[in-house]
């Protein structure tokens, strides 16, 4: 798979960027954004893979990557649907 993920294989919001999955979330406030972490936090920790990940008051910033496979693989693309559900409040 790798960084040689066709266009439609790419989620919806999200591109590769640097050989990761990346994607940049501003939500209204702290507090949302910091609920959606947490959101994002449970689902890591059901699929076994975490992101690398940043947070400045309303913003969140994530790059998804198998530093153990070098590349983009399946558990990045079953995190970013994870995490597509949590920025739509479902997750």
């Known amino acids: 798979m790798g960084e040689g993920l066709s266009d439609d294989e790419v989620p919806q919001g999200w591109e590769v960027r640097d050989g990761a999955l990346h994607r940049e979330l501003e939500f209204t406030d702290f507090t949302q954004a910091f609920a959606f972490m947490g959101r994002v936090a449970e689902a890591a920790e ?18 998804l990557r ?7 693989t399946d558990r990045d693309l079953a995190l970013a649907q994870a995490i597509d559900a949590a920025a739509a409040g479902s997750g």
């Not at 198998?66 to 983009?72: K, Q």
């Open 66 to 72: 198998s530093h153990d496979a070098g590349a983009i």
């Open 46 to 63: 059901r699929l076994d893979h975490h992101p690398d990940w940043s947070n400045s008051w309303n913003k969140v910033v994530i790059d």
